[in-house]
Each structure stands twice: as structure tokens, then as C-alpha cells.
């Protein structure tokens, strides 16, 4: 689908989503046990050996801490699967009540074998959800019940260095804060993705789209474009509003960066009227170092 497409290169940061509290979480791991442990009554009964009551918490793909949690207990997850086909992944979410979805802006999990930049993977990020391998999805089927997604994040460390982020950082700061909370947005025809797919993952990055150019600076205002689309951006240049590129977006969500510098695609950096000069982020720098 259009939305598995993969997306061109490039490097910069943050949405959030509402985490499981520990205590929600606690209930989950409880009813799976509950389960377990009625499951071993009825073996015992039958006078066949009991299986293991631990083995859904057998060690997972990735070893770091987690990044997100299962949503409310009471809602069943709608996973979102991307750039892989998992026919038992689905027959497991289907057999456990959750349900498989396509929309980047209901989906509760994303569920990957590796780090892609598909609009699905972007906007996950961007909204923080848990991006876990199907690891997790395996081990819930074990359980006979959807587990925690403590310890099943998606470890890619090869794509974590081309790209210069760690996921399971960008997850939590996408959390704590949605990257471009605050911020209006307006896309130009000929970006790519295309513009319907760009504005989705602008939009899940906490900002409002501009269904038209802003002809007027204004703080946290700025255009993505593209150099065909550059003679269109006159009247947003004139007024000292940042034009980028689509890799503001792309590379910002991963490392969770706001960069209105590296990424200006008109070449200013100094444009903005006098008094209103950008808050141009350079922390980029920084927050890479603390990263490695």
C-alpha cells in the first residue's frame, strides 16, 4: 500500500501517546497469570505435565528498556503492521480480540522486522506508540493474551546508526511532548510523499496543517516544499517564513530534532523581519552527542 512505500533518506525529531500506567500494565501481566495458572490447574487435573508459567516473559529480541505499553486495559490494541506480512502474527490479534488496522492515526502498536522509513513507521514515532518486532505478537500467542510490550521494542541497531537516532529515545521524547506541538504547517503539491501522506505525519508530529500559504510571519509557522514547488513559496519567503524540505520532517521524527536550519531549502538562515528572527534549533548537535 501507498503508506509501505519506502521514503528517501535523511536526518532531524517529536508526538506523544498515552502510556499504560504501571498499574494497568500490572492488571494486564495479572489477568495473562490468572490465565497461565488456570491453564496448569486443568493440565494438572488431566494428570499431564504443567507448562511454564514464565514462558511469556522469556527474554525478547531487544534487551533495552521498553518504549510504550499496552493502551488501557480496557480497550482491546489496534495494531498497525508495516513493510512485512505476519499471517500468524494476525490470527493471533484476531484469536486475542484485538484488531488489525491501517489508519496511522488509531493504531495502538506498529509491528516491524526493522527500522524503514514508510509513512506507518514515521508516524509512529511521531506519535510515540510502542514499534515492537514480531517477537511480541509470538509470545502473546503463547500467553493466550496480549503481554506488555516491556522489552519486545524493535532493536535495529544497523538503522539506527544510518539514520543517527535511537528508538527507543525518540519514542519516549514523542511521548513526553509532540515534536512540532504548537506549529502550523503548510505543504506544497510536489513534496513527496506525497502531500496526503506528509500532512498525515505532520499532523501526528502535534502540528496543524495551513490549507493554504502563510503570506505573514509568524512564530512556529513554516511551509515544506520541495525546489519545483520553490516559485509557489514567493509570499512565504518574502514574509521571513521558513521553507524546508521534506527531510525537516523525515529526519526531524526519527531524531527528534527541530532543525529550521539545515533543511531551509531557500539557503537564508537569517530572513525572518527584524525582532523575529527563527529560534533555529541547534540542538540537533547536541542531542546526537548525548545519543551515541
Not at 509470545?139 to 537516532?165: H, P
Not at 505573514?216 to 516544499?225: C, M, N, P
Request: proline fraction near 7%; glycine fraction near 6%.
Amino acid at each position: 500500500d501507498a503508506a509501505s512505500q519506502q521514503l528517501p533518506a535523511g536526518r532531524s525529531r517529536r508526538t506523544q501517546e498515552r502510556t499504560l500506567s504501571s498499574s494497568q500494565e500490572s492488571g494486564l501481566v495479572a489477568g495473562c497469570k490468572r490465565r497461565v495458572a488456570s491453564q496448569s490447574e486443568s493440565e494438572k487435573l488431566s494428570s499431564s505435565p504443567p507448562q511454564a508459567k514464565t514462558r511469556r516473559t522469556a527474554r525478547p529480541l531487544s534487551t533495552r528498556s521498553p518504549s510504550g505499553s499496552l493502551p488501557d486495559s480496557g480497550s482491546p490494541p489496534k495494531i498497525m503492521f508495516t513493510g512485512m506480512v505476519d499471517e500468524d502474527g494476525v490470527k493471533v490479534i484476531q484469536q486475542l480480540g484485538g484488531e488489525v488496522v491501517e489508519s496511522v492515526h488509531d493504531s495502538t502498536h506498529l509491528v516491524t522486522d526493522r527500522i524503514r522509513r514508510t509513512v506507518k513507521f514515521l508516524c509512529a514515532v511521531a506519535r510515540g506508540i510502542p514499534v515492537v518486532s514480531p517477537e511480541w505478537l509470538k509470545m502473546c500467542g503463547k500467553s493466550s493474551c496480549f503481554l506488555s510490550t516491556r522489552g519486545f521494542l524493535l532493536d535495529d541497531s544497523e538503522q539506527e546508526q544510518k539514520f543517527s537516532f535511537r528508538l527507543a529515545e525518540s519514542l519516549e521524547k514523542a511521548r513526553e511532548e509532540p515534536l512540532l506541538k504548537d506549529f502550523r504547517v503548510h505543504v506544497t503539491p510536489g513534496v513527496l510523499p506525497e502531500p496526503g501522506q506528509m500532512e498525515s505525519i505532520v499532523q501526528c508530529s502535534g502540528a496543524t496543517i495551513l490549507p493554504k500559504m502563510p503570506r505573514a510571519y509568524k512564530e512556529k509557522t513554516l511551509v515544506i516544499s520541495c525546489p519545483d514547488d520553490l516559485p509557489k513559496c514567493k509570499a512565504a519567503r518574502d514574509a521571513g517564513v521558513p521553507v524546508l524540505n521534506a527531510e525537516f520532517i523525515l529526519t526531524g521524527i526519527l531524531q527528534q530534532t527541530v532543525d529550521l536550519v539545515s533543511y531551509r531549502l531557500d539557503g537564508e538562515s537569517d530572513s525572518q523581519p527584524e525582532g523575529k528572527k527563527r529560534t533555529a534549533t541547534t540542538q540537533s548537535a547536541s542531542s546526537r552527542k548525548k545519543k551515541r
